[in-house]
């Protein structure tokens, strides 16, 4: 059965901090994977992309990684500010034809003054 | 460009009632899909449509009908509310297996 794992389940930080979530999947086939950033009381909206030959990705702010040996992903977030609080979700993609996406039960992001 | 709009954002039902959940998109995305979102269960998907006129059962459709008769719109019917059911519904479209998913705003329903 496809899995995406995410660590840690909430995470308190202080603004102007950094801060790294993760990802670990086990989805076959696999095709791509999808960091969404889901704010309080709003539908979830994607972030980045990383497909099974990228290793880094950035979004301002936001960083990815993939590690496709280990089937593990990291999306980092620098100098954070209060408007990065918000659940992120990791979304796992199956090959070509698969509709069914694998989603994360999510991190919950706490940045505080 | 609305985007995914999902009707109505909040809803209360009593025990037994019926009641539609309407989602339109505006991107002429062939892929539709309707999902619950539990505390601690993240995203699960209801039912699904790959195209107008073609519709199937995702990992909880129990109690859910939906139907596509167009490419815009793909509502989701409950059929007899039950507590169970009390959850937060989203709507997503996307383009093909691989696309982005644009999500509604959700619905926020209660079953008393």
């Known amino acids: 059965k496809n899995q995406v794992e995410q660590s840690p389940q909430s995470l308190i930080i202080l603004e102007g901090k950094n801060c790294t979530l993760q990802c670990n999947y086990t989805v076959s086939p696999f095709s791509n994977l999808r960091w969404y950033k889901q704010d309080t009381g709003r539908g979830p909206v994607s972030l980045t992309i990383?497909?099974?030959?990228?290793n880094t990705k950035s979004n301002g702010r936001y960083t990815a990684t993939l590690d496709a040996d280990t089937k593990q992903s990291s999306l980092h977030i620098t100098a954070s500010q209060l408007s990065d609080s918000a659940s992120y979700i990791c979304v796992s993609y199956s090959g070509a034809g698969s509709y069914q996406l694998t989603f994360g039960k999510g991190t919950k992001l706490s940045v505080i003054p | 460009n609305a985007g995914v709009t999902q009707t109505p954002k909040f809803q209360v039902l009593k025990t037994g009632q019926s009641m539609t959940l309407q989602c339109a998109q505006d991107?002429?995305?062939?892929?539709m899909s309707w999902y619950r979102q539990d505390p601690g269960m993240g995203l699960r998907l209801i039912h699904y449509?790959?195209?107008?006129?073609?519709?199937d059962q995702g990992e909880v459709p129990n109690g859910y009908n939906v139907s596509r008769s167009t490419t815009e719109d793909f509502p989701l019917r409950l059929l007899s509310a039950a507590p169970s059911q009390t959850s937060v519904y989203f709507c997503a479209s996307r383009r093909g297996d691989r696309g982005q998913a644009f999500f509604g705003q959700g619905t926020r329903l209660t079953v008393v």
């Open positions: 990383m497909t099974f030959s990228e």
């Open positions: 449509s790959v195209g107008a006129g073609i519709t």
């Open positions: 991107m002429n995305h062939e892929y």
